[in-house]
Every structure is written in structure tokens, then in C-alpha cells.
């Protein structure tokens, strides 16, 4: 039998998964195009300072969350200004 190992995400959904509540279809699909949207299928390769990237890892320690994934989000953020 294989094992699979869960992600520390993954082990909390399953501890919680009686929380989770219905949707409807609509909703639902909401939901679906929002992920859809934010799903990350490109990679970007820059360079950086130091000190900046150090800065940027300190606040995304404090928020709780890894480096690159509040890196995507100010992209993200800056992308969807208008």
C-alpha cells in the first residue's frame, strides 16, 4: 500500500473538514474561476537586491506565509491596478 504524505495545508483540511459548508452551483463555480485565475503556470527569473530580498523574507515571515508566495501576490496586485 503506498503512503501518502499530506502537506501541513492538506493535514489541517482533513482535521477540518467537517466546518467546511454546502455551496450552490453558482458559488461553486465562483469559486472555480477565481482559483483558475490565480493558478501559477509561469516562471519568472529575476535578480534581485540583497537587501530587498531580505526585507521582502522578514515581512513575509511576519505575515506567515513563504517569501515567493507574497512576492506572486504584490505582482499579482500590481498586474490588476488599473
Same mark, same amino acid.
Given at each position: 500500500m503506498r503512503v501518502i504524505?499530506?502537506?501541513?495545508e492538506e493535514r489541517e483540511i482533513e482535521e477540518n473538514i467537517e466546518k467546511f459548508v454546502p455551496v450552490d452551483k453558482? $458559488?461553486? $463555480?465562483?469559486i472555480v474561476r477565481a482559483l483558475e485565475a490565480r493558478k501559477k503556470d509561469a516562471v519568472l527569473n529575476i535578480r534581485v537586491s540583497k537587501y530587498d530580498l531580505d526585507s521582502i523574507k522578514q515581512k513575509a515571515a511576519q505575515l506567515g506565509i513563504r517569501y515567493q508566495t507574497l512576492i506572486s501576490e504584490?505582482?499579482?496586485r500590481v498586474a490588476q491596478a488599473s
Open positions: 504524505k499530506l502537506t501541513r453558482k $458559488e461553486f $463555480e465562483t504584490i505582482l499579482h
